[in-house]
């Protein structure tokens, strides 16, 4: 596959690069709905919902990540993931995720929280997100 047509992708957050590296296809959790990209895809800039964005590498592995929102912004040749929150997938705490979703449903019902229900329903979001993806993984898995 050295000669298919690659792109180059890199996936950062406010903490640091998460990954950097050519791909033969991504997949991108994007505001209005899930998006594939390939090599020499149209330019395009879009809003990313909390999810899992895959990168299919040349080698033909499948790298996973966990962003929590942010926006992409495709290339021809090059994806840049610009997260608000951003995680391999092996850095996923089930456990905290767990908490944060029990909190944030705890908010839910305590409207006179400290928390706003927007945040609230924010961290829900994100926390479902990510319990999600780790349930996918595990089937994927066996």
């Given at each position: 596959m050295a000669d298919a047509p690659s792109l180059h992708v890199d996936i950062v957050s406010a903490e640091g690069e998460i990954y950097s590296g050519p791909a033969a296809m991504v997949f991108a959790p994007a505001s209005q709905g899930d998006l594939g990209i390939y090599p020499r895809h149209a330019p395009l800039l879009t809003l990313l919902k909390a999810g899992e964005v895959r990168v299919h590498t040349v080698e033909g592995e499948e790298q996973h990540f966990f962003v929590g929102g942010g926006?992409?912004?495709?290339?021809?040749?090059?994806?840049?993931?610009?997260?608000?929150?951003?995680?391999?997938?092996?850095?996923?705490?089930?456990?905290?995720?767990?908490?944060?979703?029990?909190?944030?449903?705890?908010?839910?019902?305590?409207?006179?929280?400290?928390?706003?229900?927007?945040?609230a329903l924010a961290e829900l979001a994100r926390a479902a997100a990510q319990l999600k993806m780790l349930e996918r993984l595990r089937k994927l898995r066996g």
């Open positions: 926006a992409m912004e495709v290339q021809p040749h090059k994806v840049t993931v610009l997260a608000d929150t951003a995680l391999r997938a092996k850095d996923i705490d089930e456990a905290a995720a767990l908490a944060a979703k029990q909190r944030a449903e705890e908010a839910l019902k305590d409207r006179s929280g400290l928390i706003s229900q927007a945040e």
